[in-house]
């Protein structure tokens, strides 16, 4: 009897083993593979169009750079109906596709409808892991947020403490028609000014950066951090890191985050030319000399990872000096009076945006009994 009940458990055992498997399978073919997929052929896509239609206006840009962390989603929450027998024959498939209103926000099944797919423990595993993972991801996005928060509100200062900084933000935020933002300090190991705030921002600077930077670099670095504000890049940015995050797995998706904050930098970068009084090269230069003040008080001090990878004016965050040299030439060969796109062009850009996050280009790779259907 022993024995017998000894022998039932390794079986059943063998069994859970055997479906976990299963489900790590199934979530690899179905979700992680399509995924990346999915947001590769998409960040191809957007390359070739930018290209070929030499877009330059950096709103545009971020708008097709959200493509390959938005389509992922649609692509996974569809149920594709395929006809098994219809690819008997044919080991590979490619071609175009536009799904239909009816597959849209169902869950994809698999091919053949194991009913070992659908099993209680193999939801089970599933959908805990999701939910560590959201679980993980909630208390990352706090502690970015808390961190921010305690590093920007170390010390808020009047005009009368810095009335030089307030001269420069009041000026420049009637000229761009914001609100001015209020200024704080951070005496933290932290150099890098930036916003904070979606709906009331504050601006946090660095005493010590402040005290190393001359009277023009200091009027770049602030019209630059409220041109972020004109922007919304606040808001633009958490949107972007969510989705980022959400696909964590997904190295394109991590490619196409910093494209969006790139062309963020560069876009306020223009936005100095524009409404400024400094000449580009002038400004080219003053955004040199930050940065390399910056990596100077940053030198044999310890930066919190977290912040350096998401700051405006840091190496770290640039990747190497081919994205900086990319960044200057960017505002020395800059038009101010062409750096949006006509009405007409945009709207057309947005209906071409539109098509693209629906239409798939589907490749279908049949392994043995097995259909892979990447979209």
Not at 48 to 61: G, Y
Not at 136 to 142: D, S, Y
Not at 313 to 342: A, E, Y
Request: one cysteine or more; hydrophobic letters at 50%; proline letters at 4%.
């Amino acid at each position: 009897m022993y024995l017998r009940n000894q022998i039932k458990y390794i079986n059943q055992s063998i069994r859970y083993q055997y479906i976990y498997k299963l489900t790590i399978l199934y979530s690899i073919l179905n979700y992680i593979i399509v995924i990346i997929y999915d947001s590769y052929i998409a960040l191809i896509t957007v390359f070739t169009i930018l290209f070929l239609f030499r877009i330059k206006d950096s709103n545009i840009k971020i708008l097709f750079f959200f493509l390959p962390l938005i389509k992922p989603f649609l692509i996974i929450l569809e149920d594709p109906d395929l006809n098994k027998t219809y690819f008997a024959s044919r080991p590979v498939i490619f071609g175009f596709r536009l799904p239909g209103p009816h597959t849209i926000l169902k869950r994809i099944d698999n091919i053949d409808n194991s009913p070992i797919f659908y099993s209680k423990l193999n939801d089970l595993i599933f959908f805990s892991l999701i939910i560590c993972i959201f679980i993980i991801l909630i208390i990352r996005w706090i502690n970015i947020y808390l961190l921010y928060k305690r590093i920007a509100y170390e010390e808020k200062i009047s005009e009368n403490d810095l009335p030089e900084v307030y001269s420069i933000i009041n000026h420049y935020a009637k000229k761009i028609a914001i609100k001015a933002p209020d200024v704080n300090l951070t005496y933290s190991n932290f150099f890098t000014p930036f916003v904070i705030g979606i709906k009331r921002t504050t601006v946090v600077l660095s005493p010590r950066l402040i005290d190393h930077l001359t009277e023009t670099e200091m009027e770049t670095i602030i019209q630059h951090e409220l041109n972020h504000i004109k922007r919304k890049d606040n808001l633009i940015s958490w949107i972007a890191l969510i989705f980022r995050d959400l696909l964590f797995f997904n190295p394109i998706a991590h490619i196409a985050y910093h494209l969006i904050k790139f062309e963020q930098e560069k876009a306020c970068d223009k936005l100095i030319l524009k409404s400024s009084n400094l000449g580009a090269n002038e400004i080219a230069q003053n955004i040199i000399s930050i940065i390399l003040k910056i990596k100077e008080l940053k030198n044999s001090q310890k930066i919190n990872y977290l912040l350096a990878q998401n700051s405006s004016f840091t190496l770290l965050k640039m990747i190497n000096f081919k994205l900086i040299s990319l960044r200057i030439k960017s505002i020395i060969s800059s038009n101010p009076k062409r750096i949006h796109m006509k009405p007409f062009l945009k709207i057309l850009t947005y209906i071409l945006f539109g098509l693209l996050l629906f239409i798939q280009i589907v490749l279908i790779i049949k392994i043995n009994n097995n259909i892979v259907f990447l979209r």
